[in-house]
């Protein structure tokens, strides 16, 4: 079993949607959450931290349930712009293989 | 501050030919780090530093050697370059495992 799941989509929704993914992690004792943003042939970029408390950026929100071993995040009123790849990470080098997110217009 | 740059950005080799890929960091990390990516597949890590004069194998090490002679450079050698290692090469650092990583922009290699 992988240490960091994802589905690899992609994900197809309109502009305006609203879409959520999730990452399952396999260690329990992981402390550290992120999620990176990469867009086609560039690097992964942070998006964001992934806090116990949940956080929320903007159109973005992240959380983690430590119970199921799982981060989510979710974007509100999707752009055209937010079209990408989105990478969870639980630290410790791991990452997750990524989840393609295109928005139609 | 010019965060984590790459050297070069494109380059192609011949099977059996060596060359040494740069990653320079400003950002005073103890952590550096090399991936691949290849086409539909996650970053998958090569070797990593967790400071100067130190390095550890990763997921994918074979082919590959490493040093990090300075705290802001990590180099990553191919010593006789095969078609496999056909990728975009990902330079990352970090003040420590518990935080985000910082990536450069990638050196992207073909081997003919």
């Known amino acids: 079993r992988k240490e960091v799941e994802q589905d690899p989509g992609p994900f197809n929704v309109p502009e305006g949607a609203t879409v959520a993914f999730n990452c399952t992690y396999s260690n329990s004792a992981s402390q550290s959450f992120f999620w990176y943003r990469q867009d086609c042939r560039k690097e992964p970029k942070l998006l964001m931290s992934v806090y116990s408390s949940g956080n929320e950026d903007g159109r973005f929100t992240a959380q983690l349930n430590r119970a199921s071993q799982y981060i989510s995040l979710l974007i509100r009123d999707s752009k055209l712009s937010d079209s990408a790849t989105y990478l969870c990470s639980t630290g410790k080098l791991i990452f997750g293989q990524g989840t393609t997110l295109q928005v139609k217009p | ?112």
């Open chain 2, 1 to 112: 501050n010019a965060g984590v740059t790459q050297t070069p950005k494109f380059r192609v080799l011949k099977t059996g030919q060596s060359m040494t890929l740069l990653c320079a960091q400003d950002m005073n990390h103890e952590y550096m780090y090399w991936y691949r990516q290849d086409p539909g597949m996650g970053l998958r890590l090569i070797h990593y530093s967790v400071g100067e004069g130190t390095t550890a194998k990763g997921e994918v090490p074979d082919g590959y050697n490493v040093s990090r002679l300075k705290k802001q450079n990590f180099l990553l050698g191919l010593e006789s370059a095969a078609p496999s290692q056909t990728s975009v090469y990902f330079c990352a650092s970090s003040y420590s495992d518990y935080y985000e990583q910082y990536f450069g922009p990638g050196t992207r290699l073909t081997v003919t």
